[in-house]
């Protein structure tokens, strides 16, 4: 029997559709299919699960009764391998083929282990995107004692994999091939303190290297040599340079690809009443008008909503993602926002930097509007600036105390401020 929505991917994005199709549509069926075997749950939580922070009673982002509530039918464990989008049918790898109607694509994203590298394919290397991920790592720490482990990769992903294993009292040594620590969200001052953050934890850092090759003895990790040819003793390889675009399952479709899944404003693929959301979906950035993958699960969450709300009928419009980050660096808090390494030579950058309290903020500004933000350590009213970006207000009238102590929302103009009280809150 065909539902009339069916989804595939149980996380972030395919959360908030079944939000939002269900506050239009009471009635009609929903499927889920996923290739993970849980109940959804919050990715961002894996590497403190993996530290031993969070337990299993924490890991939902829904309750526990979310799909029988929404009465949704779940087929979890199940991996679709194909869509054709003329037939109107999807194919699992157990060979079911199963008819769909309306159709949100929201498989995520692969985690990328470079071709290259040889003794990849020893046991003790892993990537780190999911709790199975986290779960697999887990056992084999236990199993084998692990000691030293190399986090090949210094971005999000890497640096919170990194806390996870430092936390077990794991000697880690992070490798990057950029020249600093987080280079894709922080400029150069802000990268300089997360790494003394990592450092004063005891992990070592080494920038604008990488892992050439993987030593393994009885099928195991036992080393690796980085591509200067440094040789390190280490049991545990764990791959963090990024994720593509989950978009295997289209790639023989007239569903355009581009980086990821292309979609218009309303979240639609190429194809009529087939949508994408989440990691996999090349959608309008808000501040560059480009269409970009931008994954980060508060966009995920809303650009699944606004997909939802299309299946069922009621016109919505992504405004647009702004890419963010927060993430608490070995205790450091930080939180960077929109463009923060700007090129154009009409940019405007406003900083501060206090090195004795370990604070640094930065505001980038173009034509009086800030698209871009960094806050270290003093992370209290980065919530106002990532407002005045998101709304593109123009700043010209009170840029000189932007960074004041005593900025905040009284700072800003009485109609904003209305505006700020009276509007709707981040959907998560």
Not at 276 to 291: F, H, N, T, Y
Not at 318 to 335: K, Q, R
């Amino acid at each position: 029997m065909k539902n009339k929505y069916t989804i595939i991917g149980n996380s972030a994005a395919a959360v908030g559709a079944v939000e939002s199709i269900r506050q239009v549509d009471g009635e009609s069926g929903i499927t889920v299919i996923a290739w993970e075997p849980h109940h959804t749950y919050s990715r961002p939580l894996i590497s403190y699960w993996l530290g031993g922070e969070v337990d299993d009673e924490r890991m939902p982002y829904r309750s526990a009764d979310f799909y029988e509530k929404n009465d949704v039918e779940t087929m979890l464990g199940v991996k679709v391998t194909s869509v054709d989008p003329e037939s109107r049918i999807l194919t699992t790898d157990d060979g079911r083929e199963i008819p769909f109607d309306k159709l949100l694509i929201a498989t995520g994203g692969t985690p990328i282990v470079p071709p290259d590298v040889g003794g990849a394919n020893a046991e003790g290397v892993f990537t780190f995107t999911t709790w199975e991920d986290a779960r697999t790592i887990d056992a084999y720490i236990e199993q084998y004692g692990v000691q030293n482990a190399l986090v090949v990769g210094a971005g999000l992903i890497g640096l919170k994999s990194t806390e996870a294993l430092a936390t077990r009292d794991i000697s880690v040594t992070v490798v990057e091939l950029a020249d600093r620590v987080l280079s894709a969200t922080f400029d150069k001052t802000a990268s300089r303190l997360a790494q003394e953050a990592m450092e004063k934890a005891g992990v070592h850092a080494i920038c604008e290297n990488t892992v050439s090759s993987i030593q393994q003895e009885d099928g195991r990790v036992r080393g690796a040599t980085l591509r200067d040819g440094t040789e390190l003793d280490v049991d545990l390889v764990l791959f963090a340079i990024g994720v593509r675009p989950n978009t295997a399952l289209v790639r023989d479709s007239n569903i355009q690809v581009d980086r990821g899944i292309l979609v218009d404003d309303q979240m639609e693929t190429s194809v009529a009443g087939i949508y994408a959301a989440g990691d996999v979906a090349q959608a309008r950035q808000l501040l560059s008008e480009e269409r970009r993958t931008l994954p980060i699960l508060p966009t995920a969450y809303r650009q699944g909503s606004v997909a939802g709300s299309n299946m069922a009928g009621e016109i919505r419009t992504y405004e647009g993602g702004v890419p963010m980050n927060s993430v608490d660096v070995f205790g450091l808090p930080t939180i960077s926002v929109g463009m923060t390494n700007p090129d154009r030579e009409d940019a405007e950058c406003i900083t501060r930097h206090d090195e004795d309290e370990g604070t640094y903020k930065k505001l980038v500004l173009q034509n009086d509007r800030i698209v871009g933000a960094i806050f270290i350590g003093d992370i209290e009213r980065a919530g106002i600036f990532t407002g005045l970006i998101k709304e593109k207000v123009d700043v010209a009238d009170f840029k000189d105390v932007l960074l004041s102590d005593d900025f905040g929302l009284l700072s800003l103009p009485a109609d904003y401020r209305k505006h700020v009280v009276s509007g709707l809150g981040m959907e998560v």
